[in-house]
């Protein structure tokens, strides 16, 4: 039997999507494995629906509108495993996603490893996984955080999830996990995940395009002089050349 994992999840007024994550956790759920679901303010307050009650093995806390980088520390300090996975309210788990990241977290604890998602465009790819830069994060973050699994402890030397940006906290985390932690960023060539991308419903797509680039920029701005110099790094370089406004004084 491969390690324990607790799978958190945070959600604020997204209880649409309650009964499918219900059904998806579990038929993912393993029989060592334990969920934290934070109810993060939700207007209507989250009840637990009927498939995740009666469980000493899921959790269910309401500290109010904390934000989701209190949230998510909140649910990894009250996790019972020294595993973590990361699932959003509107995404789902492969039946087999918390094995296969269990497995490899038991080779290579000091990692952040993330899966691919049915939507990504296929790649040729060596081996079951690869790794990824932190520079390569300069160019675009091609992870999804709700693939994410890792072990408590990068979590725990990286200091947490940020609390004081608005948006971009995976991102922030994964930089500071690397560059302060000293973890690697993996990612398994399996698709294991499914994300929900309609712009409708997903909450991150309505972020205002200003308030993402301005926090993406803060956060680029806050590691850089921490990261090697790099091919990924040259790239983005010329590429913000590339798409930085004209000078349009006369």
Known sequence: MSNPITLITTVRNGDIFLERFAQNIMASLRPQDHIIIVDDGSKVPISLPIPLQNNDRISLLSPGPIGRGAALN???ENAPT???AIQDIDDLSHPDRLDRQSEFLSRKPNTLVFARATSDPWQARL???HK???ARLYLGNPLHH???ALHRDVWKRAGGYSTDIPCCIDLEFYLRACLVAGA???RLNEVLVERNLDPQTRYFASIPAKTYQTARQQVLDRYHAQVSPSFWLALAQIRNRLTRPKDTAP
């Open 74 to 76: 909140l649910a990894i």
């Open 82 to 84: 020294n595993l973590i």
């Open 127 to 129: 081996g079951s996984s």
């Open 132 to 134: 990824i830069p932190e």
């Open 146 to 148: 709700s693939s994410l």
């Open 184 to 186: 690697t960023i993996w």
